[in-house]
């Protein structure tokens, strides 16, 4: 019998489930986005600790399901008399009312927990990579348009200075060009500044130098209607998932507090292994059932825990609908928000456009002594300041695309997660 019950302990104990991680690379596209992104699910500490956390929570799993197996003591009495003796005991549970079995789903629903825990940090680390992949180009189209203004001032610069030496303009007007030439310079440094953190964040999110930055792939930001997109993160949300997982978690304490009530009965099995009173060296076996029940508090502590266990579950259902609520709104808000940018995007087009000829009709205007310097360089200024809106808003329009396909898991695949 010993060796029956060890023996189904150690295949058992070969069976217990294992949880591998992989992350699947088979996907068509290798734009650095995407190799960013994946970089983030593998590396990211963030990321590796909900990992491990699922390995803890599937041995949590094992060693409930373990309870089923008999539960083997020994015992041992040593006296200065003739009575010492030592017998092995092996209690084996026939029926503890549901607690083995509400412990092993609960087991699993934390398990599942686990793994949604990890599809929602997944989501939330990709959403800021894409994000901050996507400002990073942003703010490097704004350093060109920067860089640009920068020529432009130096153009208008060399022509005072001409003018300057021909005593046809005054010394005023190239100091004025020399100091927008000096605020276009700063703008830049002040970009390259925000270049320069934005590829510190990337960093830490990746943990990986990414060298080139190919533009977003235009398909991840071409979204259906508006209620698609709402329907569609409200179908895939981890956040929701988890919500009603953990419904289904405090109805299982509901049941755990339940069975806590019932009387346990145990298929018992003695054997003695020394019995020095014993001269005859005749060893008992023993068999029978054992009925073990106990009410702590005369039975009211354990109602208290069932009242309480009831009450978390209408706490959960009331905090899932909350998350369904909070949802729904953070999607409304970035789908407003992307109406918003698409309108400023198409209106500061015309705004560049609109500078731009204005710009060339007051050159022409100023050679032919009717337009001011001052008037000039403030229209040079305002058609700079019209292209870096619209690169700021371009980028804008993506990262807000970028939030909206991660959270409808269009990145998912791409990025190696199996949802």
Same mark, same amino acid.
């Given at each position: 019998?010993?060796?029956?019950?060890?023996?189904?302990?150690?295949?058992?104990?070969?069976?217990?489930?294992?949880?591998?991680?992989? #992350?699947?690379?088979?996907?068509?596209?290798?734009?650095?986005?995407?190799?960013?992104?994946?970089?983030?699910?593998?590396?990211?500490?963030?990321?590796?600790?909900?990992?491990? =956390?699922?390995?803890?929570?599937?041995?949590?799993?094992?060693?409930?399901?373990?309870?089923?197996?008999?539960?083997?003591? +020994? $015992?041992?009495? +040593?006296?200065?008399?003739?009575?010492? =003796?030592?017998?092995?005991?092996?209690?084996?549970?026939?029926?503890? *009312?549901?607690?083995?079995?509400?412990?092993? +789903?609960?087991?699993?629903?934390?398990? =599942?927990?686990?793994?949604?825990?990890?599809?929602?940090?997944?989501?939330?680390?990709?959403?800021?990579?894409?994000?901050?992949?996507?400002?990073?180009? *942003?703010?490097?189209?704004?350093?060109?348009?920067?860089?640009?203004?920068?020529?432009?001032?130096?153009?208008?610069?060399?022509? #005072?200075?001409?003018?300057? /030496?021909?005593?046809?303009?005054?010394?005023?007007?190239?100091?004025?060009? &020399?100091?927008?030439?000096?605020?276009?310079?700063? &703008?830049?440094?002040?970009?390259?500044?925000?270049?320069?953190?934005?590829?510190?964040?990337?960093?830490?999110?990746?943990?990986?130098? #990414?060298?080139?930055?190919?533009?977003?792939?235009?398909?991840?930001?071409?979204?259906?209607?508006?209620?698609?997109?709402?329907?569609?993160?409200?179908?895939?949300?981890?956040?929701?998932?988890?919500?009603?997982?953990?419904?289904?978690?405090?109805?299982?304490?509901?049941?755990?507090? =339940?069975? /806590?009530?019932?009387?346990?009965?145990?298929?018992?099995?003695?054997? /003695?292994?020394?019995?020095?009173?014993?001269?005859?060296?005749?060893? %008992?076996?023993?068999?029978?059932?054992?009925?073990?029940?106990? !009410?702590? *508090?005369?039975?009211?502590?354990?109602?208290?825990?069932?009242?309480?266990?009831?009450?978390?579950?209408?706490?959960?259902?009331?905090?899932? %609908?909350?998350?369904?609520?909070? #949802?729904?709104?953070?999607?409304?808000?970035? !789908?407003? %928000?992307? %109406?918003?940018?698409?309108?400023?995007?198409?209106?500061?087009?015309?705004? +560049? &456009?609109?500078?731009?000829?204005?710009?060339?009709?007051?050159?022409?205007?100023?050679?032919?002594?009717?337009?001011?310097?001052?008037?000039? $360089?403030?229209?040079?200024?305002?058609?700079?300041?019209?292209?870096?809106?619209?690169? &700021?808003?371009?980028?804008?329009?993506?990262?807000?695309?970028?939030?909206?396909?991660?959270?409808?898991?269009?990145?998912?695949?791409?990025? *190696?997660?199996?949802?």
């Amino acid at each position: 019998m010993i060796r029956f019950i060890l023996f189904a302990m150690i295949c058992t104990s070969t069976a217990l489930p294992s949880t591998v991680f992989a #992350i699947e690379t088979t996907t068509n596209t290798s734009n650095s986005l995407f190799s960013a992104l994946k970089s983030t699910l593998k590396l990211n500490p963030r990321v590796l600790t909900e990992r491990n =956390k699922i390995v803890a929570f599937s041995r949590d799993l094992a060693s409930e399901k373990m309870q089923r197996l008999p539960a083997l003591s +020994v $015992l041992a009495e +040593v006296e200065d008399s003739d009575d010492s =003796k030592g017998l092995i005991r092996v209690l084996q549970p026939l029926w503890v *009312g549901g607690r083995i079995d509400n412990a092993i +789903v609960k087991a699993e629903i934390q398990l =599942k927990l686990a793994d949604t825990e990890l599809l929602r940090v997944q989501r939330e680390l990709m959403e800021q990579t894409a994000v901050t992949y996507a400002n990073l180009l *942003g703010l490097k189209e704004r350093i060109k348009a920067a860089e640009m203004n920068i020529k432009e001032h130096q153009r208008l610069l060399d022509l #005072i200075n001409r003018r300057q /030496e021909g005593n046809i303009s005054s010394m005023t007007d190239v100091q004025l060009a &020399q100091s927008r030439l000096y605020q276009a310079t700063l &703008q830049n440094e002040d970009l390259k500044g925000q270049l320069q953190r934005t590829r510190t964040e990337l960093y830490a999110l990746t943990l990986t130098r #990414i060298k080139d930055h190919e533009p977003v792939p235009t398909f991840l930001t071409d979204l259906p209607g508006h209620a698609q997109i709402e329907s569609t993160v409200v179908k895939v949300s981890a956040r929701l998932a988890q919500a009603k997982l953990e419904i289904e978690k405090s109805r299982m304490d509901v049941a755990l507090s =339940k069975s /806590e009530a019932m009387p346990r009965v145990y298929g018992r099995l003695e054997q /003695e292994l020394y019995n020095r009173g014993n001269t005859g060296q005749n060893l %008992d076996t023993s068999v029978g059932l054992v009925i073990e029940g106990t !009410l702590q *508090g005369a039975g009211f502590s354990n109602w208290e825990r069932i009242k309480s266990a009831d009450a978390r579950v209408r706490a959960t259902r009331m905090q899932s %609908d909350s998350e369904n609520n909070d #949802i729904r709104r953070n999607t409304l808000t970035l !789908l407003s %928000d992307r %109406d918003m940018f698409r309108q400023f995007f198409t209106l500061n087009q015309s705004l +560049v &456009q609109s500078t731009a000829k204005t710009l060339t009709s007051y050159f022409r205007q100023y050679e032919a002594g009717r337009k001011s310097w001052l008037d000039l $360089l403030n229209i040079q200024q305002e058609h700079a300041r019209a292209r870096l809106t619209l690169e &700021q808003v371009r980028s804008s329009l993506e990262q807000v695309g970028l939030r909206l396909a991660v959270q409808m898991g269009r990145l998912d695949s791409l990025s *190696g997660i199996n949802p």
